[in-house]
């Protein structure tokens, strides 16, 4: 949709609105669901030779969908996102870069959001219009559903055949280009959450946490201590000073007036990964006692010559932890069925509040068995796992009972 005016008004009659003329904006607006129809627009502009490709744009856009039920982070009406479109001289070249994204997304969500992902090709049914292939990432959640985390395209030459975008190859001879798209979210950030966080609040990931540590004075405050604050606060800078020398992203927490308890529980809620706190005994022996937010023990380091690597160590294997147990949660949660009554039971009176998990099986593409089970079950193909289809040779679908041509994850999705 093309937006000129910000603002309606009554129509002269008293019918009807219309645009007011005051209201005109400088320049239009374009309000869409993806950016297709613009960056194909401009293709068309900017390539006229081989010597022009590979064409790769990436933005950073708004976007507007039509939801009828919206989730905060994971479907809303308007939403942030990274969205990429490449143009190509060949299919193997721009099939290469929509698996090459796949891959980057893989690595973002697991080294960086510690969530592992599976990887695979969508059904036809699930498809992007208009595209070859669909390739995605899924993720489990903490309560048993799954996750669509991010997609990559392989458009073929769809697109350019629609909007008759060509180039001229090294044999001076026209041909469409071959395409690709893809996209991540703000709904990692709700796959974020939702992936680590417990019931006293947010848990981040160290590697993406805005600050990874807190410390915590324990002081009556400059004002009604001034000798004693002054000393505790030269050795809270001396560790703040190797941490941060260490590259670790910390917070000191100046509120004097508010009681220790209240601030840890904040701190808490907020999900900073690691917490210290430090008083006059805790400075007498020359170290800061730490929390994890992961949880366990309390347990003191040195504030000596290796502290800021010390505390770099720290926040290294809490992300590890963290990734170990979502892998962990994804692999029990994963259940390989011959049968389809098998998955139809286990999925009986599961809600939003929790479902089994993932449902590996084998599969016979059927847009209408797949019509049938998301009807009984709720439950949708989440992809054709690309590490699992050498294993389809021989197997016969668990629902129809026919060959079968994909090993399927199938499963109750946000």
Avoid at 86 to 108: F, N, P
Avoid at 199 to 216: R, W
Wanted: proline share 5%.
């Amino acid at each position: 949709a093309v937006v000129t005016h910000h603002r309606l008004r009554a129509t002269a009659e008293g019918k009807g609105v219309e645009p007011d003329p005051e209201a005109k904006l400088e320049e239009p607006l374009i309000v869409r669901p993806t950016s297709e129809t613009m960056i194909w627009h401009m293709f068309g502009k900017w390539i006229m030779s081989y010597r022009d490709l590979p064409l790769k744009i990436n933005q950073w856009a708004n976007v507007v969908r039509w939801e009828m039920r919206t989730r905060a982070f994971l479907r809303s009406a308007e939403f942030l996102w990274q969205e990429g479109h490449t143009a190509h001289a060949s299919e193997a070249e721009a099939d290469a870069c929509a698996r090459q994204m796949l891959d980057v997304y893989e690595g973002v969500c697991r080294d960086k959001l510690a969530m592992p992902v599976i990887k695979g090709v969508k059904s036809s049914t699930e498809r992007f219009a208009g595209a070859e292939e669909t390739y995605t990432i899924e993720a489990l959640m903490q309560n048993g559903w799954a996750l669509q985390s991010g997609t990559s395209h392989f458009l073929g030459q769809n697109f350019a055949k629609a909007f008759d975008v060509s180039f001229q190859n090294d044999q001076n001879e026209q041909e469409l280009v071959w395409a690709t798209s893809w996209g991540v979210s703000t709904r990692l950030i709700g796959a974020l959450v939702m992936s680590h966080s417990d019931d006293a609040g947010l848990v981040l990931p160290p590697a993406i946490a805005p600050t990874q540590v807190v410390v915590v004075p324990i002081s009556k405050g400059p004002e009604k201590a001034p000798e004693d604050h002054s000393a505790l606060m030269a050795f809270v800078d001396a560790a703040v000073a190797k941490m941060e020398m260490a590259g670790v992203r910390v917070l000191v927490d100046h509120r004097y007036t508010m009681r220790p308890g209240p601030k840890y529980f904040e701190w808490e809620r907020r999900g900073i990964p690691l917490r210290m706190e430090v008083g006059a005994r805790d400075m007498e022996s020359g170290s800061l006692i730490c929390v994890k937010r992961t949880g366990g023990d309390k347990f003191a380091l040195p504030n000596d010559d290796d502290f800021g690597q010390a505390v770099a160590k720290q926040l290294e294997e809490m992300q590890a932890e963290l990734l170990s147990a979502a892998e962990a949660r994804l692999k029990a949660q994963t259940f390989e069925v011959e049968r389809y009554d098998e998955m139809k039971e286990a999925l009986e009176g599961s809600d939003a509040s929790g479902a089994p998990g993932l449902f590996l099986v084998p599969w016979r593409d059927d847009a209408e068995a797949e019509a049938a089970i998301k009807t009984e079950t709720k439950a949708t193909i989440r992809c054709y796992p690309l590490d699992q289809q050498h294993r389809i040779d021989g197997k016969k679908c668990f629902y129809s009972g026919e060959p079968a041509t994909h090993m399927a994850i199938f499963a109750r999705a946000f």
